[in-house]
C-alpha cells in the first residue's frame, strides 16, 4: 500500500484511474533486469498534481516520486498523445451524461494596448548612443586589455 499524498483531493480516483489506464502504454519488464519501473497510478497522481498546482517538477511531493521521473514520464505521455486521447475520450463520456450544450460555448478573450506600448506616431529611438566601432570592453575601457601594461599608456 502507498502512503497517501498530502491532499487526498490530488488522488486519481478509482474509476477514473481505470479508464486512464488503457490509455498508458504497456510497459513490459526488462529482459536485463534492473530497476522495476515506477507505479504509474502514483506517477499520475504527481504529474496532475504538478499540473494543478503549478509546482516545480522537482518541488513536487516526495510520495509522488523523483521530480525528473515525474517530468520524464510526462514527456513520454504527451508524445504519445496520452493526455490528448484521454481528454477526449473524458469529454464524449461527459457529453453522453451529462450532455454538452454545443451551441453555447464561446472563447473568453481581450485586446489591451500593451503597456508602455507609447503612442501611436512617437518620435523614433535615437538607439544607445554609440556609433560604429564604440563599444566598450569589459573594463569598461574602449581599447584597453584587462590589466595594466608596463610601459605603456593604459587606454588611448
Not at 10 to 24: A, S, Y
Not at 25 to 33: A, E, F, I, Q
Not at 35 to 52: C, E, H, Q, V
Amino acid at each position: 500500500m502507498h502512503p497517501e499524498p498530502r491532499c487526498p483531493s490530488w488522488r486519481i480516483p478509482d474509476g477514473l484511474w481505470e479508464r486512464m489506464e488503457l490509455f498508458l502504454p504497456k510497459y513490459r519488464k526488462s529482459p536485463l533486469g534492473g530497476r522495476p519501473r515506477a507505479d504509474l497510478r502514483k506517477i499520475a497522481n504527481g504529474i496532475f498534481y504538478i499540473l494543478r498546482t503549478g509546482c516545480q517538477w522537482k518541488a513536487a511531493p516526495q510520495e509522488f516520486g523523483p521530480g525528473s521521473t515525474l517530468h520524464d514520464y510526462f514527456q513520454e505521455w504527451t508524445q504519445r498523445h496520452v493526455f490528448h486521447k484521454l481528454w477526449k475520450y473524458l469529454l464524449r463520456r461527459y457529453d453522453e451524461l451529462q450532455g454538452i450544450q454545443w451551441a453555447w460555448q464561446s472563447l473568453d478573450g481581450s485586446t489591451t494596448k500593451a503597456p508602455l506600448g507609447g503612442e501611436k506616431n512617437r518620435e523614433k529611438s535615437h538607439g544607445s548612443g554609440q556609433a560604429g566601432r564604440q563599444t566598450f570592453g569589459v573594463d569598461r575601457w574602449s581599447g584597453c586589455a584587462l590589466g595594466r601594461r608596463r610601459g605603456r599608456r593604459q587606454c588611448a
